[in-house]
């Protein structure tokens, strides 16, 4: 017989309500690092950041990083 092939597209990014989640996460909870931040994005949603990608996320939520 036949198969289909269906396209799955792979998601590499975070989608919107995905994003709101994670701002909220960081309003509650400090991460001290950006793996620390990637860390929890590969573990919520499975999906694997680089860390330049992870800055750059973090600065369109409006957080930065700010030594202590």
Request: aromatic share 12%; with cysteine; glycine share 6%.
């Amino acid at each position: 017989g036949y198969l289909m092939k269906y396209k799955v597209e792979d998601r590499h990014v975070l989608d919107e309500s995905e994003r709101l989640d994670l701002s909220k996460e960081m309003d509650e909870f400090l991460y001290c690092t950006v793996n620390a931040v990637k860390h929890h994005i590969s573990h919520t949603y499975g999906l694997d950041y680089s860390e330049s990608g992870v800055r750059k996320l973090i600065k369109e939520l409006g957080y930065s990083y700010k030594k202590t």
